[in-house]
């Protein structure tokens, strides 16, 4: 949630959901593949896709509220 929330204020190129959800989606997708690759090497995190759709979804809710207290 703090990713869709901060980063339209850091950067105005994201400022519409799509870009936000965009990079979440990359984002979070990129550290599941790096946990997956460094498992063979005695990493023992566990690698999962719901915690790349509950990253997504938790950036949409951050830029959601974001988008709520903006208009108001």
Do not use: H
Not at 39 to 68: E, H, K, M, Q, S
């Amino acid at each position: 949630m703090p990713l869709g929330f901060l980063l339209p204020f850091v950067d105005a190129r994201f400022r519409s959901l799509k870009r936000v959800l965009l990079l979440a989606l990359c984002m979070s997708l990129t550290i599941e593949t790096l946990q997956f690759g460094l498992r063979f090497v005695g990493n023992p995190r566990a690698t999962d896709i719901d915690d790349v759709l509950l990253n997504t979804f938790g950036a949409c809710l951050g830029y959601l509220i974001y988008r709520g207290l903006k208009l108001r």
